[in-house]
């Protein structure tokens, strides 16, 4: 097995990290290995079912969206325009 040492981490994440292993029982170490796994080889059965529910969410999303139009955003930009120059206008005859 190779060893990997990590430098210059914030105290921060250090203490967090030894918290995150208190929680799950576990060495500082240890902990650090299975963050590692986790964000290198994944938990296929958890990613899948993570994948699974952004894919549900994002079809209800879709579903519920049908047939609306969305405004551009050179719309939106010259709306923003518009009102900021009522804003303008408003203060200047104010003055």
Same mark, same amino acid.
């Given at each position: ?13 250090? @203490? ?9 029982? @576990? ?25 699974? @529910? ?10 519920? %969206? ?17 009102? @900021?120059?009522? %804003? ?8």
């Amino acid at each position: 097995m190779a060893t990997l040492t990590v430098r210059n981490l914030g105290e921060d994440v250090v @203490r967090r990290l030894r918290m995150r292993a208190a929680e799950h029982g @576990r060495s500082a170490e240890a902990e650090h290995r299975e963050i590692l796994r986790l964000a290198l080889t994944g938990d296929d059965a958890q990613q899948q079912e993570e994948r699974q @529910r952004i894919t549900e969410r994002l079809a209800e999303f879709r579903r519920r %969206t049908a047939g609306r139009g969305s405004t551009s955003a050179a719309q939106l930009l010259q709306e923003v325009r518009a009102e @900021r120059m009522k %804003t303008l206008a408003r203060s200047e005859k104010g003055d």
